[in-house]
């Protein structure tokens, strides 16, 4: 019998889903992702699907908080107000993790 008791989603951003799932798999946490896109700027993302047993849930968020990282980035703008536009470098956070958890009333692998 499988204990899985927690569904984790983490939404991260594509350059870190490699690194996140081999930190996550030497929990022995089982891994699925898919490619995703979101937020305002409409980046790359990865969607992974992490299954986890009682009492894992503060290692897999520390697992995640190390091989996901935020970075910044610069947006070009045009000014408001000017007749001409002019680009203005922007700084943006993206990246990191954003988790969720869910409780898991059944799992079965058949």
């Given at each position: 019998m499988n204990d899985i008791k927690h569904l984790m989603l983490a939404v991260v951003h594509e350059q870190?889903?490699?690194t996140a799932t081999r930190a996550l798999?030497?929990?022995?946490?089982?891994v699925a992702f898919f490619a995703s896109a979101g937020g305002f700027l409409g980046?790359?993302?990865?969607?992974?699907?992490?299954?986890?047993?009682?009492?894992?849930?503060?290692?897999?968020?520390k697992a995640l908080?190390?091989?996901?990282?935020?970075?910044?980035e610069y947006l070009t703008?045009?000014?408001?107000?000017?007749?001409l536009p002019m680009p203005a470098p922007v700084p943006v956070t993206v990246g990191g993790a954003t988790i969720?958890?869910?409780p898991v009333e059944r799992f079965e692998e058949i």
């Open positions: 870190d889903q490699e798999e030497k929990l022995n946490a089982p980046q790359r993302n990865a969607t992974l699907l992490i299954g986890l047993h009682k009492g894992r849930e503060e290692e897999a968020i908080e190390e091989s996901c990282r935020q970075r910044i703008l045009p000014l408001e107000g000017s007749p969720f958890a869910l």
